[in-house]
């Protein structure tokens, strides 16, 4: 779903109300805004945009960053709005909203109300039923009452929109979740690469290294020592035996 600056106000607006709608419009496409900047280009107090900015925090709708201000000491706090939040925000009262209409319907139904033509009575469906849908007083046909019918109608529409704004959370969670599954297929490649190339890369280099720097003079520190031992070893019993 496209966070457009309508939507981000219409989860705003019973958060700030209208005064903290030029904020939005500030932050909105941004990263890292001043509070100083908001304040100027809302034309708003900067305490009034600070107790905006942390009841958005408190929402979880914004993230900020502070950074010190070297000639003056004291901390300026820079504002980001999270997107992926709105949208929870934003899809969570959708579902709220479902609920609620749902229930709306389901009164509006079951309060179906039927009139005589002539306006004789207005009769719910439980006591049009027990007339069989005829007016005491004169007989007519009784009509259902039209004013139900267009309301069920527009709770209908509005329903049907709110399933397919939901439908459409859904297509956003199961993108979501191929794209974390892909990330850490990606991830699980990469590293068994970083093995591999450490496997192959690694000995080499290795042997390299002990071969220019240290194997020359161990091996000949080595031999030496291995000479001298030999040759004590073996001249000892050698004189011994000249000796003896
Ligand atoms: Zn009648």
Same mark, same amino acid.
């Given at each position: 779903m496209r966070l457009t600056q309508n939507k981000i106000e219409e989860i705003i607006l019973p958060i700030l109300n209208e005064e903290g709608l030029p904020l939005v419009t500030q932050l909105?496409? +941004?990263?890292?805004?001043s509070e100083f900047d908001l304040a100027k280009d809302t034309k708003l107090d900067i305490k009034v945009v600070r107790k905006m900015l942390y009841l958005l925090y408190n929402n979880n709708l914004v993230s900020f960053n502070r950074k010190k201000d +070297? =000639? +003056?000491g004291w901390y300026i706090y820079y504002w980001t709005l999270i997107p992926d939040n709105v949208r929870f925000i934003y899809f969570k009262r959708k579902r709220e909203q479902l609920i609620r209409l749902n229930e709306k319907l389901e009164a509006e139904e079951k309060e179906l109300f039927f009139i005589c033509p002539k306006e004789c009575v207005r009769l719910t469906f439980d006591q049009g039923m027990d007339f069989e849908f005829? &007016?005491? =007083? &004169?007989g007519d046909l009784l009509n259902q009452d039209e004013s139900n019918i267009k309301n069920i109608s527009k709770i209908n529409n509005r329903i049907k929109q709110l399933e397919d704004d939901l439908n459409e959370e859904k297509r956003i969670v199961r993108r979501a979740i191929v794209k974390e599954k892909k990330r850490i297929v990606k991830e699980q490649v990469k590293a068994k690469r970083k093995e591999e190339k450490k496997k192959i890369v690694k000995k080499p280099v290795k042997k390299k290294k002990t071969a220019k720097k240290t194997s020359p003079k161990k091996k000949v520190t080595k031999k030496k020592t291995i000479a001298k031992k030999k040759s004590k070893t073996v001249k000892k019993p050698v004189k011994k035996k000249v000796k003896k």
């Open positions: 909105y496409g +941004k990263e890292n805004v +070297k =000639e +003056k005829h &007016c005491p =007083e &004169c």
